[in-house]
């Protein structure tokens, strides 16, 4: 990761933070659904707030966990 990465990275964990959610990854994220069992509106709200790259990535992992659930039911 070059220097301009890695400041874009710090400025976004930073903004993330400032937000008052505290939550700026996707595992985290996941995490505190499962401690908090948020309503679907605050879940949403907190979604939006992580940034670009770890909201991708829980739709890739979504995807392939469909994509898991879909081949098991093939067996």
Do not use: C
Request: aromatic fraction near 10%; proline fraction near 3%.
């Amino acid at each position: 990761m070059d220097r301009y990465e890695q400041a874009f990275y710090a400025e976004e964990r930073k903004r993330n933070r400032s937000d008052g959610t505290g939550i700026s990854s996707a595992i985290e994220f996941v995490i505190w659904v499962d401690q908090f069992d948020p309503d679907e509106k605050t879940m949403a709200m907190y979604l939006h707030n992580l940034p670009e790259t770890e909201q991708q990535r829980l739709k890739n992992a979504v995807a392939k966990i469909k994509s898991m659930k879909g081949n098991q039911d093939n067996d």
